[in-house]
């Protein structure tokens, strides 16, 4: 996409250009705002940072090669900016209340398990945070996260180890062993 | 992997599933985009925009090329009189150093006619 972009239309002006740009942000708006949300469990600080990417995409779309490229790209830079963007503000711990609710209905037979489990990611240490959130929402394995978060791969799988073993006890503690 | 393991992964890739992005997202970074576009335009307009005259940017070229050619006049002589300066100052040292050793000389005789011994000098007289 994006070398199609620079390829048809160079200058970053124009109708075809802008229109070409709002179909990337339209195809990718949804993976960003998510990480961001289960990140910050917050939906404007969520908003406000997939937008931030957004405008930063549109600065650094000559650097980039490929959809494939962009995708990557994408998640480490939002990855990146939820880490930035915590440390810079302190947000109020999140509450089983508070967690983001999905706007679709779940696909989980437990929509209590789920909030659950989106509560402890919420509140699980930034790495881990982000290594449960690009494993499970977007589907990566380990050497991707490893990649995108600038880790070693032992790290990440031993984040994912950790954390799920961690989930499964508060979760248990919490439900009770009635479907994990 | 365990049934347990393959619950919570199900669990876990339901809960954290993509949600859709806030209505009217995509428009917001673009109208974001084109704000960001022309503040940056507007702050670059007031020095920029001087050289975009053709007659301007021709003015701002020959007093640039004039300025460096009186410079390089100027500097030229500061240089020249510098030289000149050495020289002179040169010329006088010797001509100082010179009338010194004139002077060493003259005083050199007269102290070897008065040191002559007082018999020399007057058999002279009566000779």
């Not at chain 1, 494939?68 to 209340?97: G, M, N």
Request: charged share 25%.
């Amino acid at each position: 996409m994006a070398e199609r972009v620079f390829r048809d239309h160079p200058p970053h002006t124009g109708t075809r250009f802008a229109d070409a740009f709002a179909d990337l942000v339209r195809r990718h708006q949804s993976m960003v705002f998510t990480i961001a949300l289960h990140y910050l469990a917050d939906r404007p600080a969520a908003e406000e940072l997939a937008q931030d990417v957004f405008l930063q995409l549109h600065a650094n779309l000559a650097n980039l090669k490929s959809e494939e490229h962009v995708t990557f790209w994408l998640r480490k830079v939002t990855a990146h900016r939820c880490i930035d963007y915590k440390r810079r503000r302190t947000l109020p711990q999140v509450s089983l209340e508070e967690v983001a609710e999905p706007s679709e209905p779940a696909r989980s037979e437990d929509p209590f398990l789920a909030r659950k489990l989106r509560q402890v990611i919420a509140s699980l240490p930034e790495r881990p945070r982000l290594v449960m959130i690009l494993r499970y929402q977007e589907d990566m394995g380990p050497e991707e996260i490893a990649e995108a978060l600038s880790l070693p791969v032992g790290t990440v799988k031993s984040h994912l180890q950790r954390t799920l073993a961690l989930l499964r006890e508060k979760v248990s503690r919490s439900i009770g062993e009635v479907t994990i | 992997m365990t049934d347990k393991n393959m619950n919570l992964e199900d669990e876990l890739k339901s809960a954290l599933r993509r949600q859709q992005a806030p209505p009217h997202f995509t428009e917001r970074v673009l109208a974001q985009i084109a704000e960001q576009n022309s503040s940056t335009q507007a702050v670059r307009t007031p020095w920029w925009s001087i050289f975009t005259q053709p007659l301007l940017r021709w003015a701002a070229v020959t007093a640039t090329a004039a300025s460096l050619v009186i410079g390089g006049i100027h500097y030229r002589t500061v240089q020249r009189e510098r030289t000149q300066g050495e020289a002179a100052k040169q010329q006088l040292m010797l001509a100082l150093r010179i009338a010194g050793n004139k002077l060493q000389l003259a005083k050199a005789r007269v102290n070897e006619i008065n040191a002559t011994p007082s018999t020399n000098r007057s058999r002279s007289e009566e000779e």
